[in-house]
């Protein structure tokens, strides 16, 4: 099992965005993603998403707000759960370049044309939607073939 984070930073409209194209043996090569990574010993999904933002961009964010869990069973070999987070705060400067691909700030209202993998697809309205989830995706190879979610109330 893969304990990860994921990350969506928004700012003016425009959410960062990685193409992944420099990493050797990358599973998500020529997708686009948002930030993020595997876990280290010890950390919290908080402590790894600032961490990871900071190493692929630079950039310090505050306030990480987590919308909700990604499970993907067998994916490439592994399951993964995945910590999702959008970060509208942050300091310091946009690194130059990434050690996992080209950055670039993307209107939102462009996200969905990249290439993506499909189920980001599905839960990207989820996040500007305010949504809370669990959500499963199975994917055999590079082909989705199917999802369940479930969404769950704020307590107040």
Same mark, same amino acid.
């Given at each position: 099992?893969?304990?990860?984070?994921l990350?969506?930073?928004?700012?003016n409209?425009?959410?960062?965005?990685?193409?992944?194209?420099?990493?050797?043996?990358?599973?998500?090569e020529?997708?686009?993603n948002g930030?993020?990574?595997?876990?280290?010993?010890?950390?919290?999904?908080?402590e790894?998403?600032?961490?990871?933002?900071?190493?692929?961009?630079?950039?310090?964010?505050?306030?990480p707000?987590?919308?909700? #869990?990604?499970?993907?069973?067998?994916?490439?070999?592994?399951?993964?759960?995945?910590?999702?987070? $959008? /970060?509208? !705060? *942050?300091? =310091?400067k946009?690194?130059?370049?990434?050690?996992?691909g080209?950055?670039?700030?993307?209107?939102?209202?462009? #996200?969905?044309?990249?290439?993506l993998?499909?189920?980001?697809h599905?839960?990207?309205?989820?996040? $500007? /939607?305010? !949504? *809370?989830? =669990?959500?499963?995706?199975?994917y055999?190879?590079?082909?989705?073939?199917?999802?369940?979610?479930?969404?769950?109330?704020?307590?107040?």
């Amino acid at each position: 099992m893969i304990l990860a984070t994921l990350c969506y930073v928004k700012h003016n409209g425009k959410t960062l965005m990685v193409h992944r194209n420099k990493k050797p043996n990358d599973i998500h090569e020529g997708k686009w993603n948002g930030l993020g990574g595997k876990f280290e010993a010890g950390e919290t999904p908080e402590e790894c998403i600032k961490r990871e933002v900071e190493e692929e961009a630079g950039l310090l964010i505050q306030n990480p707000l987590l919308h909700g #869990l990604l499970m993907f069973p067998n994916f490439k070999g592994n399951d993964w759960y995945v910590f999702v987070f $959008t /970060a509208h !705060k *942050f300091d =310091s400067k946009l690194l130059e370049s990434s050690p996992e691909g080209r950055l670039e700030w993307i209107n939102d209202d462009k #996200l969905t044309s990249l290439n993506l993998w499909e189920s980001d697809h599905i839960f990207l309205p989820w996040l $500007t /939607a305010g !949504k *809370f989830f =669990s959500a499963k995706f199975e994917y055999d190879g590079d082909v989705m073939q199917g999802y369940d979610v479930t969404f769950h109330e704020h307590l107040k």
